[in-house]
């Protein structure tokens, strides 16, 4: 299509200011598309060169300044109109070390100063970006760095955490306590001389952490860090650009960018790959939003009305399917797995995107990294203009290649719905959940053993794989697992609570998909019953780490589970047909019990038969186990991954709260 195919008549364009109604879809699909590699900033032998995508706008200029904050512009460079709705401006000297910002002016009002929308480097809270060397930011190494090789997302064990809630504890015995280099210290310990911080990673054996937003977010004043503020990150401000917060110095610059860098590497040496939360589906702003102060109205949603839509519950949802904001997420997200070797991305409501621009973003991440790892929330906080069908809904994950998602299908069954804090589920002994845990344990796929019309949550097999799906009981949203049996298991004891947690990722573990655990659940970590702690002070969000000693029998089974999961590929298939083939459920009649074998040598394990039972009730249960040579690795509440004990078959008892795991070779 020619360039005039793609030019907006310029009435047309004033039309659509942020201080008039928004345009239809219709008159947004006909912008034009600027398509080159140079947006905002580019440095080379032959100078600065500046390039803006504003193509409603009258005027433009950028603004340079000497320092990060505070002082007036040293330098304003009037930009000129260019090609496919840019704005351009160019000096011959190499600017490094400057700051700068764009205004434009649009129907005859000039819009506040931004950053721009592809910012890579800031300073303090972002509002001016920074030109900086690149190159120069590079750790020792870097050049050699890479993550760990994952040839299927069912191999993964993903650990999620929180820059501050993982070692801003005094019990961490780390000194950059709730900053990016908290992760690259080495032989940190708890003041009970337990491992913390990255050692303890590597002692849990998870394969990738997940790490809560890292991109620059708007809600912590970066000049105020001795007061501690604290927050998620799902606000955000500069997408591409590290958050300052996590740096050791946030006025300059290349430090965010360097630590975050060494972080990254320090992970990839402990074998540990880099998962990156991403919110591409909202800002942290609306008419003040980077996306607004640019190209006012393009980058959103709207209700007939002109008001922002909301399918993010944050007061407003990006449109992923016009053609420049699908763009930039897929430039985003290979921007990180270039400069930054991130390792995959998890998309926050991810349901709010579009399929075609998910598509795009695992095809193009995948040339980057053929193993890398993307998943997301397969659903939306509120409704969207976006047709049902158009969405990377969970329902429709088997239209998204290389893409997975939640599954909300295990987690409410195993411990209860997740908004009901009294409610049980089958690790806690509410009957009823039987054939969901079973949709969990086949990975949402089809099974002639498995009636989805009993589904709780889910009336069909949804997914085409278990690569498409990503098991977990608890994650930062919503009450801990600790908080949430605390509340449903009223009169209970620790020990009693700790028993259903074990059961409870006993049966995430070893169901098909990929296992996803929330930071902490292992020494078991609460939050003092806050279930949205987005913004709770440290004393609720951060982990004491003096409770891996006193929980030392949970983490072991933790890391007990983890060890059997990643040495046996019977619980990593990656069809549904090997699922349908290899696992065989039996008919059992009791409440609260799930009993099922993985035959064959599933997916070339050397185990030719694995035999689980388990029993979420109060009261024991007999299972009829076949006659043979049996390894007992799970049993009564324990766990050995290489086994603790034989048994020859016949009449078992599965005690309550607990899963029989048996294994056998012939």
């Not at 005027?59 to 704005?87: C, F, H």
Request: negative net charge; contains cysteine; aromatic residues 10%.
């Amino acid at each position: 299509m020619k360039l005039k195919d793609y030019l907006v008549p310029a009435a047309l364009l004033l039309s659509a200011s942020a201080f008039g109604s928004p345009m239809t879809d219709e008159q947004y699909a006909n912008f034009p598309v600027y398509t080159g590699d140079d947006l905002e900033l580019k440095v080379d032998s032959k100078g600065t060169h500046f390039t803006l995508w504003s193509p409603q706008a009258d005027a433009a200029s950028v603004q340079i300044y000497d320092t990060d904050r505070n002082t007036a512009p040293v330098q304003t460079l009037e930009m000129k109109k260019s090609d496919n709705g840019t704005w351009r401006a160019s000096v011959p000297e190499q600017l490094y070390g400057k700051f700068y910002t764009f205004t434009v002016t649009v129907g005859g009002k000039q819009l506040d100063p931004t950053p721009g929308i592809w910012a890579k480097a800031t300073g303090t809270n972002g509002h001016r970006a920074a030109i900086i060397d690149f190159s120069k930011t590079n750790p020792e190494g870097w050049d050699k760095d890479k993550g760990p090789s994952t040839k299927n997302i069912t191999d993964a064990v993903i650990y999620e955490m929180h820059h501050r809630d993982f070692s801003v504890h005094p019990s961490s015995g780390i000194v950059h306590k709730g900053k990016f280099l908290a992760l690259t210290e080495p032989e940190t310990r708890s003041s009970k001389g337990d491992a913390t911080g990255i050692d303890h990673l590597k002692e849990l054996g998870v394969t990738h952490v997940h790490i809560l937003p890292s991109y620059d977010y708007n809600s912590v004043d970066e000049s105020q860090l001795p007061s501690n503020q604290y927050n998620w990150g799902y606000d955000p401000y500069n997408y591409n650009t590290p958050e300052g917060s996590y740096s050791t110095d946030p006025a300059r610059p290349e430090t965010r960018v360097t630590e975050m860098k060494e972080m990254v590497k320090a992970l990839h040496d402990a074998g540990i790959g880099v998962i990156m939360d991403v919110v591409y589906n909202h800002t942290a702003d609306n008419d003040k939003s980077n996306f607004s102060l640019t190209a006012p109205g393009y980058f959103y949603r709207h209700r007939p009305d002109g008001s922002y839509s909301d399918a993010s519950g944050c007061g407003n949802e990006t449109a992923s399917e016009r053609q420049m904001m699908s763009d930039f997420i897929v430039n985003s997200v290979k921007y990180w797995a270039q400069e930054y070797h991130i390792d995959g991305f998890r998309f926050d409501l991810m349901a709010i995107h579009d399929i075609d621009t998910m598509n795009r973003v695992a095809e193009e991440l995948r040339k980057i990294n053929p193993g890398i790892i993307i998943y997301g929330e397969g659903w939306t906080a509120g409704d969207s203009p976006l047709p049902v069908e158009r969405r990377a809904l969970k329902e429709n994950v088997d239209k998204m290649k290389g893409v997975a998602v939640f599954s909300d299908d295990i987690r409410d069954a195993v411990k209860g719905h997740y908004s009901n804090a009294a409610d049980r589920g089958f690790a806690t002994g509410k009957p009823g959940n039987e054939e969901t845990v079973k949709i969990g344990i086949v990975a949402s796929t089809a099974h002639p053993q498995v009636d989805y019309s009993k589904g709780n949550n889910s009336k069909f097999p949804y997914a085409g794989a278990p690569t498409e799906i990503i098991n977990y009981v608890s994650c930062h949203d919503d009450l801990t697992l600790t908080d949430k049996l605390a509340k449903s298991m009223p009169g209970s004891t620790e020990a009693e609570r700790q028993r259903a947690a074990r059961l409870a990722q006993t049966i995430v573990f070893t169901s098909q998909g990929t296992p996803f655990m929330f930071a902490g659940e292992e020494v078991f970590r609460d939050k003092k019953g806050v279930h949205n702690s987005y913004k709770s002070p440290d004393s609720i969000n951060a982990i004491d780490w003096a409770l891996k000693n006193k929980n030392r029998e949970q983490f072991d089974y933790y890391r007990e589970l983890i060890s059997l999961r990643k040495a046996h590929p019977a619980f990593r298939m990656t069809t549904a047909e090997d699922i349908a083939r290899n696992i065989v459920f039996d008919k059992v009649n009791v409440p609260n019990v799930v009993s099922y074998s993985i035959k064959k040598n599933a997916n070339g394990d050397e185990w030719k038969e694995i035999k689980i039972v388990f029993n979420g009730s109060d009261k024991p249960y007999e299972a009829k186990i076949p006659k043979g040579e049996w390894t007992v690795i799970a049993e009564d509440g324990q766990l050995n991954a290489a086994g603790m004990g034989t048994a020859k078959g016949g009449r078992m008892t599965v005690a309550s709260v607990s899963a029989l795991i048996l294994a056998r070779t012939k």
